[in-house]
Every structure is written in C-alpha cells, then in structure tokens.
C-alpha cells in the first residue's frame, strides 16, 4: 500500500492505493493558515494515522509515500523551497522528515507536476507521450511527463508555463490567464469606463464573466477571448519547444466547458502555433478531478 500527500494552500489530502489508478481510502481536511506550516505538518501527522487506523493498517504495510506540495521545491534536495500562501515552508526538508516518521521511502514533487503524472499515467493523458499537463486556476501551472516520468529539469522543477512573460518587458502569463488574471483584467476594463451589466455588481468572478460573454456583453467577451488568447499563445511556446503529444488542461477555469474554453482555445492555437507542428498536439480537458494531485501522489510513491 502506498501513502498519497497532497499540500495546498487551502486544503490538505490524503490517499491510500497502489498506484495503479484507483483510490482505496481518502482523507481531507482544510488548513489554517495562521498556524502555518508547522500546523500543517502536525495535521499530516495525525491524518496518516488516523487514515491506516481507519482502514486496519499498520506502519510497515507501507511501502512509500508521495508528496505533492503547493509550491517550488528542490527534488534533488528533498526540499521545499517556499510557500508563496502560507509561511513556514522556506527550505523544509519535507522528504526526510515524512521518512522517518513513516520508515519508508518518500519522494516529492510540486503538485502541478505531480498532478500531470496523475493525468499521464491514469487520467486524460493515458497513452500518449510526452504530455504536457496545465492547470488554470487560481494562478497555472504546468507539469511535462516523458516516458511516464516528470521531466524534472535540473532539480529544482521545470515547465513553469505560467512565468512565460508575454513580450520581454511584459507581465507573466498567469497575470492575464490564471482566474484571478481574468477579473483584475476585467475589473481593470470597468475602472477605464467600459460598460458591461455586470457593473456595480459586489462580486465578479470567472463564471459570471463567461455567462456575460455568452449573452452578449462586449466587454466580458473582449476580456475573456483575450485571456483565452494568452494563453494559447503560452500552449504554443510549449508546442514550438516540446511538442508534446497531448496537452491536459484542468483547474477551475478548465471547468468553463467546450463553447466557452476549450473550443475558442483550440482555434486560437490552430492559429498561432508553429505551422510545421500543426495538428501534431491534442488538447483535452483533465479527467482526474480534485483528486488529480493524490492520483500523480501515488504513482509517484510507487515509481
């Protein structure tokens, strides 16, 4: 049996399974930013034995554990680099600190990366290679899957596809892409005076403004189909430098749908990527859900 760790920056989760796609037993509690990361880590203490409890397992019925963590890390070094949401994380030796409390091999990775093995390995990047996995969310991430391993870099991570900057002096892809992007871009449309009926409205998020353009608000469309378009042209950085068989898309904005996400973004990149690899990359949306990080967790573990 193999050990799942997934560290947000709002929610922590456990897992138990053998990595071969299904999860047997979970575990989810939310997390308190004020107590940081030394908090944190005394929830995952009391989780993994409340989780092999729960189930009649004992330690040594472990044979690893994965981690995948919100945040840069050194894989290489076992460590977390930083937190950029809760404090406390600053060059934590996470791996070997689970080790021994566990008495079983750990392996870490960030959890966007983590979560692309999910995908690859068990979710909609099954059977394809090299994947390419991005989710939009909050802020994006990317995670780059060759021969069903992450492709790691030199080790402290790679395939940061949010960090792109759009032009040498521009902001980075996620400031215009991510979900907070789309309503600071929306949001800054209102303050230079454009109209929408969504003005004056307390609390605009993501849906809200796809449910605008779809009904016809010129100002929601100019700043969703822009937000789309950016990020194409960060699908097509990737395309040009790597050209992944397949490129998973998930996160909340993922979660738009067909009309208003996938299909605007599919023909953007049909239009700006590198012609001589036209056709060559599918892009779907992710399969794997909430539990997505858990899934690349255990294979992780179990690699």
């Not at 193999?2 to 989810?28: H, V």
């Not at 969310?137 to 899957?145: L, N, R």
């Not at 399969?287 to 690349?296: F, K, N, R, S």
């Amino acid at each position: 049996m193999f050990l799942a760790i997934e560290i947000g920056g709002t929610k922590l989760q456990m897992a138990l399974g053998q990595g071969n796609g299904r999860i047997d037993a979970l575990w989810r509690e939310k997390v308190d930013p004020s107590q940081g990361g030394e908090g944190i880590r005394r929830q995952i203490a009391q989780g993994w034995l409340a989780l092999l409890a729960e189930h009649q397992l004992r330690k040594i019925d472990l044979l690893g554990a994965g981690i995948g963590f919100g945040g840069p890390v050194d894989m290489m070094k076992g460590e977390t680099i930083t937190s950029h949401q809760i404090a406390g994380w600053d060059h934590f030796p996470l791996k070997s600190w689970l080790a021994e409390q566990l008495g079983c091999r750990v392996s870490l990775g960030n959890d966007a990366d983590v979560a692309g093995l999910g995908e690859a390995m068990h979710g909609a990047g099954r059977g394809a290679d090299p994947v390419f996995y991005v989710t939009v969310g909050s802020g994006i991430g990317g995670g780059h899957i060759v021969g069903g391993k992450i492709a790691r870099g030199a080790g402290k991570g790679a395939a940061e596809i949010g960090h792109l900057r759009l032009g040498p002096d521009g902001d980075v892809l996620e400031h215009h892409a991510s979900g907070w992007g789309i309503q600071n871009q929306f949001q800054a449309a209102l303050k230079r005076g454009e109209s929408s009926r969504l003005s004056g409205q307390p609390h605009v998020g993501v849906p809200e403004i796809a449910q605008a353009a779809a009904a016809g608000d010129a100002t929601a469309a100019r700043v969703l189909h822009g937000s789309i378009r950016d990020l194409a042209w960060g699908l097509c950085q990737v395309i040009a430098l790597i050209c992944p068989q397949r490129i998973v898309v998930g996160g909340g904005v993922s979660l738009l749908g067909d009309a208003a996400f996938f299909q605007p973004l599919k023909t953007e990149v049909d239009a700006l990527v590198f012609k001589p690899f036209r056709g060559l990359t599918e892009i779907v949306p992710a399969a794997l859900g909430e539990e997505v990080v858990l899934h690349g967790a255990l294979e992780l573990a179990r690699a």
